[in-house]
């Protein structure tokens, strides 16, 4: 019922920026948030940022506060990720979810996008 694409990942150097974008289509209006989720080798998948389509509700990981902003333009259906201050660390498989409700977890999101690669080298 919804679809979601992801674009803008990519290889870049510590300190570097990127910008994430995922494409929604279909019934959107069966959901209420979205987010972007990471998983890096080893690791289980991590919530990064989360935002309602009406923007008054956001989440940010700890980790990432400060550097990443997560932003919709609700007449294109698309949500962005701006990672700014790449640190090698942040080096993950990028996912975009849409909710129904709104979640914090994983097991709470509807609808997954198929990833998008992000690299930050030393």
């Known amino acids: 019922q919804v679809q979601l694409v992801e674009s803008g990942g990519g290889l870049v150097q510590a300190g570097g920026s990127l910008r994430l974008s995922c494409a929604a289509s279909g019934r959107t209006f069966n959901t209420h948030g979205l987010g972007w989720f990471r998983q890096a080798p080893g690791k289980e998948r991590e919530l990064v940022a989360a935002i309602s389509w009406s923007g008054g509700r956001i989440y940010y990981a700890d980790s990432v506060k400060g550097r990443f902003t997560i932003s919709r333009d609700n007449a294109k259906n698309t949500v962005y990720l701006q990672m700014n201050s790449l640190k090698p660390e942040d080096t993950a498989v990028y996912y975009c979810?849409?909710?129904?409700?709104?979640?914090?977890?994983?097991?709470?999101?509807?609808?997954w996008g198929q990833g998008t690669q992000v690299t930050v080298s030393s």
């Open positions: 979810a849409a909710s129904r409700y709104g979640s914090y977890i994983a097991t709470g999101y509807d609808y």
